[in-house]
């Protein structure tokens, strides 16, 4: 596309004052006015001949893979001219979705031997998918009086999850303490529930190793050694509901549950264990199967980042029933869930009941502490009394609701939610060392 810059313009319009000025001292004079914007049109045509490209540049994006919340990343647009002309500074500027903040919104950039480049900060606003459509190009010709313009599309897009990176290292700490089981077998042999080898019976080893059938055969005590499993399933199960999308210390529960997710799943795919994902509200919304090894990391965080912020009430019924019948092995569930008072969590109970006869589920839930900061706060108006009952009777409820989880079996993660993703790993890491599973 072409069209006149500012300047010319202006210069085309002073035809008119001249024009009027000229006439004032002789009327055949107007001329000089019209032959003036007639001159500055034509070179402005000129200097449009000479800005069209003959080929359009090629442009090369580099942007990262994913982007967190708070955190962005950068990207960086080169730009290389092959005609002949080459224009001595180039305005760009990135067209992107409303998920992401762009800055600066246009960069001026000089072009050195034909090449150029921009970089350009993104920031997400919240949890999705950030695209990158377009890249604008424009330049001035050598008179500088037309524009050049060139609209590049784009094909970039980029999941954006929660910040992570904050409790990353203490969560890899944790890992790197004690989580190798299953991956040394020097140190596993004879702590897991998966058969490896017969040795002799000695004293200071447990009776409950002994082979029975095989001391029998060899007419001397056996037994049998064991080593940790490696590739057990393990779901992240998302409630992506109402009750999830309130915020909690300024940031929804579902991203903060999301963080979580990921980190385990990160550790877990490290240890060999074998991660899927499930996420629902009042139906299923996500549902992947299970993938091992930590070059699928990448791929789960892109599929949870379509789960969307939903204002649905969440229908366990159909979602664990919909879990149940994707799982074909003995499982650990993670279930990153809330509920407000044991009414409302009756169903989700009764659901879980036939879930725990196969599975092991471990829920994840994270403290209000604002709700526990109303109920210990000195009441000073009646408004304060009101506040401060019906807090403490929403956190007692709470509290029979877990009570009656633990003794269905149920394994609970309760921790503040800066920290709910560390007590995660700690939770999943004892179930390993135990053989829970």
């Given at each position: 596309?072409?069209?006149?810059?500012?300047?010319?313009?202006?210069?085309?319009?002073?035809?008119?004052?001249?024009?009027?000025?000229?006439?004032?001292?002789?009327?055949?004079?107007?001329?000089?006015?019209?032959?003036?914007?007639?001159?500055?049109?034509?070179?402005?045509?000129?200097?449009?001949?000479?800005?069209?490209?003959r080929r359009a540049p090629e442009v090369v994006l580099e942007a990262p893979g994913t982007l967190a919340i708070g955190a962005g990343g950068e990207a960086r647009a080169g730009v290389l001219f092959?005609?002949?002309?080459?224009?001595?500074r180039v305005e760009m500027m990135l067209d992107g979705n409303d998920l992401i903040a762009i800055e600066p919104r246009r960069a001026f950039v000089a072009v050195t031997a034909k090449e150029t480049?921009?970089?350009?900060?993104?920031?997400?606003?919240?949890?999705?998918?950030?695209?990158?459509?377009?890249?604008?190009?424009?330049?001035?010709?050598?008179?500088?009086?037309?524009?050049?313009?060139?609209?590049?599309?784009?094909?970039?897009?980029?999941?954006?999850?929660?910040?992570?990176?904050?409790?990353?290292?203490?969560?890899?700490?944790?890992?790197?303490?004690?989580?190798?089981?299953?991956?040394?077998?020097?140190?596993?042999?004879?702590?897991?529930?998966?058969?490896?080898?017969?040795?002799?019976?000695?004293?200071?080893?447990?009776?409950?190793?002994?082979?029975?059938?095989?001391?029998?055969?060899?007419?001397?005590?056996?037994?049998?050694?064991?080593?940790?499993?490696?590739?057990?399933?393990?779901?992240?199960?998302?409630?992506?509901?109402?009750?999830?999308?309130?915020?909690?210390?300024?940031?929804?529960?579902?991203?903060?549950?999301?963080?979580?997710?990921?980190?385990?799943?990160?550790?877990?795919?490290?240890?060999?264990?074998?991660?899927?994902?499930?996420?629902?509200?009042?139906?299923?919304?996500?549902?992947?199967?299970?993938?091992?090894?930590?070059?699928?990391?990448?791929?789960?965080?892109?599929?949870?980042?379509?789960?969307?912020?939903?204002?649905?009430?969440?229908?366990?019924?159909?979602?664990?029933?919909?879990?149940?019948?994707?799982?074909?092995?003995?499982?650990?569930?993670?279930?990153?869930?809330?509920?407000?008072?044991?009414?409302?969590?009756?169903?989700?109970?009764?659901?879980?009941?036939?879930?725990?006869?196969?599975?092991?589920?471990?829920?994840?839930?994270?403290?209000?502490?604002?709700?526990?900061?109303?109920?210990?706060?000195?009441?000073?108006?009646?408004?304060?009394?009101?506040?401060?009952?019906?807090?403490?009777?929403?956190?007692?409820?709470?509290?029979?609701?877990?009570?009656?989880?633990?003794?269905?079996?149920?394994?609970?993660?309760?921790?503040?939610?800066?920290?709910?993703?560390?007590?995660?790993?700690?939770?999943?890491?004892?179930?390993?060392?135990?053989?829970?599973?």
């Amino acid at each position: 596309m072409i069209y006149p810059t500012r300047t010319a313009v202006v210069l085309t319009a002073v035809g008119a004052p001249l024009a009027a000025g000229a006439g004032v001292f002789a009327s055949s004079y107007w001329v000089l006015g019209l032959a003036w914007s007639a001159a500055v049109v034509l070179l402005m045509l000129l200097d449009a001949g000479l800005t069209k490209l003959r080929r359009a540049p090629e442009v090369v994006l580099e942007a990262p893979g994913t982007l967190a919340i708070g955190a962005g990343g950068e990207a960086r647009a080169g730009v290389l001219f092959t005609s002949i002309f080459t224009p001595r500074r180039v305005e760009m500027m990135l067209d992107g979705n409303d998920l992401i903040a762009i800055e600066p919104r246009r960069a001026f950039v000089a072009v050195t031997a034909k090449e150029t480049a921009a970089a350009f900060t993104l920031t997400p606003h919240r949890r999705g998918e950030a695209v990158l459509e377009k890249l604008w190009l424009r330049w001035k010709g050598p008179l500088g009086l037309a524009w050049a313009q060139v609209v590049h599309p784009l094909d970039y897009a980029a999941p954006v999850t929660p910040n992570i990176a904050a409790v990353k290292d203490e969560a890899l700490r944790l890992f790197s303490r004690d989580a190798l089981h299953g991956l040394k077998e020097q140190i596993e042999t004879g702590e897991g529930t998966e058969f490896h080898a017969l040795r002799d019976f000695v004293a200071g080893m447990d009776h409950r190793t002994i082979d029975w059938k095989q001391s029998a055969r060899h007419g001397k005590l056996v037994a049998q050694e064991r080593r940790t499993e490696r590739n057990h399933t393990i779901v992240l199960a998302l409630d992506t509901g109402r009750t999830m999308c309130e915020p909690l210390d300024g940031q929804p529960r579902i991203d903060r549950a999301i963080g979580a997710a990921l980190l385990l799943a990160y550790v877990g795919l490290a240890t060999g264990d074998r991660i899927g994902m499930f996420g629902f509200d009042a139906k299923p919304r996500l549902s992947t199967g299970a993938t091992s090894g930590v070059q699928s990391f990448p791929l789960i965080q892109r599929l949870v980042s379509r789960l969307d912020y939903s204002p649905e009430e969440t229908n366990f019924t159909l979602g664990l029933t919909t879990l149940a019948g994707d799982l074909d092995r003995r499982s650990l569930i993670v279930m990153f869930t809330e509920f407000t008072d044991s009414i409302g969590a009756e169903l989700m109970m009764e659901n879980l009941r036939r879930l725990l006869k196969r599975h092991l589920v471990l829920f994840v839930l994270m403290r209000d502490e604002e709700l526990e900061t109303l109920a210990r706060a000195e009441p000073v108006d009646s408004a304060d009394v009101s506040r401060a009952v019906t807090a403490a009777s929403l956190l007692r409820e709470r509290e029979v609701v877990m009570m009656r989880l633990r003794r269905m079996g149920v394994q609970l993660v309760e921790a503040p939610a800066g920290v709910v993703g560390p007590a995660l790993i700690n939770a999943y890491l004892d179930i390993k060392r135990r053989n829970l599973l």
